[in-house]
């Protein structure tokens, strides 16, 4: 009795085995977990090439570097439309994801240059609570002794106040708090670029001008002499990890920046 039930089986195996050979449907499909971009592979090894998105009346590139880490940070870079899109209102949002067991950032850089003038960004996330690994970066760059920047990151010491203006090269590189009122975030962040000079201004609020005394945050300016000349730089936005080292809550970011105005170029939503 035992022989024969082993016979069945074996008889029952090779048929089932047949079966899966002959019938594709039998082949296990691999689970996909859907957000509210896209559909995500659980690893980022697909890209999108030449990818690019449209915001603030221009198109963006979008920095993509998934298979070895590299460039600010030394870091993954993502064009996944899971890490860079703009809303139906015309905001633009840049997420830093764990992907895997990796983390990935993201950048968008200008087509075009817009050389010297006023450049001007609202951005309405609180960025004093990002954790203290975390860098989110508006700038012109041609060559790192070409670089104009406002950031806001701790730089890994939450000691530190959360912005800073910075021409790179230069030694002139200023921190400063944001000094939030109350539960509104929305800040405006400038600088406006001459020959002569590099004037920054930071206040509460989106508008054209500092609407009033009491709504400044910081202002500083640069004149020494190793201002950047306009050439060939690219006005860029970023959102990183210091060194590569992830967030010490090991949770995912975005920075959400409701509008961007370039020299010769004004935008509204």
């Given at each position: 009795m035992k022989k024969i039930a082993v016979i069945l089986v074996i008889s029952i195996l090779c048929v089932l085995?047949?079966?899966?050979?002959?019938?594709k449907?039998?082949?296990p499909k691999a689970d996909k977990?859907?957000?509210q971009h896209e559909q995500v592979a659980t690893t980022e090894s697909q890209s999108y090439p030449n990818r690019t998105i449209q915001f603030a009346g221009i198109t963006w590139d979008i920095y993509n570097l998934t298979t070895s880490k590299g460039y600010a940070g030394k870091n993954y870079w993502s064009n996944s439309p899971s890490s860079v899109w703009v809303d139906k209102k015309g905001r633009l949002h840049l997420k830093i994801r764990k992907v895997g067991d990796e983390w990935y950032c993201a950048e968008i850089s200008a087509q075009k240059s817009f050389g010297y003038g006023e450049y001007r960004f609202n951005v309405?996330?609180?960025v004093e609570a990002y954790d203290p690994n975390i860098v989110v970066g508006f700038f012109t760059y041609?060559?790192?002794?070409r670089e104009i920047d406002i950031e806001f990151s701790y730089w890994a010491n939450k000691a530190k106040y959360a912005g800073s203006y910075t021409v790179q090269a230069t030694g002139f590189s200023v921190p400063f708090?944001?000094?939030?009122?109350g539960a509104n975030y929305k800040s405006t962040h400038k600088f406006t670029w001459t020959p002569t000079s590099i004037d920054y201004q930071s206040y509460h609020g989106f508008s054209a001008t500092l609407p009033s005394p009491d709504s400044l945050i910081y202002s500083n300016s640069y004149t020494g002499d190793k201002i950047p000349p306009a050439g060939k730089e690219k006005l860029k936005i970023n959102f990183w990890l210091y060194k590569g080292v992830p967030p010490t809550n090991l949770q995912e970011a975005?920075?959400?920046i409701d509008a961007v105005y370039m020299p010769t170029v004004s935008y509204h939503k």
């Open positions: 085995k047949s079966a899966v050979a002959q019938d449907s039998f082949v977990t859907v957000d309405s996330s609180n041609e060559t790192d002794k708090p944001l000094k939030y009122q975005e920075v959400v």
